[in-house]
């Protein structure tokens, strides 16, 4: 089994930077990919950020060039930098990875609880 635990979300203002953080643990053979989603009241959830094993980086339109995801592949972390944050990036922000769990395993997909991000003014 593993576990993914998201921490840093909170309240902040427009404008403002916040950093959100998501450890992974538990039987991991292979961690192939980690992503950042969000899911704002009322709407689907989009994804925000993806970082592959190899550290390939992918960002939806709407946070690239303000939000850098990155990772720490021996502490099995990934990071979330938000700058330049706005009202409408306000979401519960969910991380997930793509991992094997095994050798000859399959890969499997796992979420974390998720975390509150809060812009105001």
């Known amino acids: 089994q593993v576990q993914l635990v998201e921490s840093g979300g909170g309240l902040v203002q427009i404008g403002g930077s916040l950093t959100l953080s998501c450890a992974a643990s538990?039987?991991?053979?292979?961690?192939?990919?980690m992503d950042w989603y969000r899911q704002a009241p009322g709407k689907e959830r989009e994804l925000v950020a993806t970082?592959?094993?190899?550290?390939?980086?992918n960002y939806a339109g709407s946070v690239k060039g303000r939000f850098t995801i990155s990772r720490d592949t021996a502490k099995n972390t990934m990071y979330l930098q938000m700058n330049s944050l706005k009202a409408e990036d306000t979401a519960v922000y969910y991380c997930?990875?793509?991992?094997?769990?095994?050798?000859?395993?399959?890969?499997?997909?796992?979420w974390g609880q998720g975390t509150q991000v809060t812009v105001s003014s």
């Open positions: 538990g039987s991991i053979f292979g961690l192939i990919a």
């Open positions: 970082i592959t094993s190899g550290g390939g980086t």
């Open positions: 997930d990875a793509m991992v094997r769990p095994g050798w000859g395993q399959p890969i499997r997909q796992y």
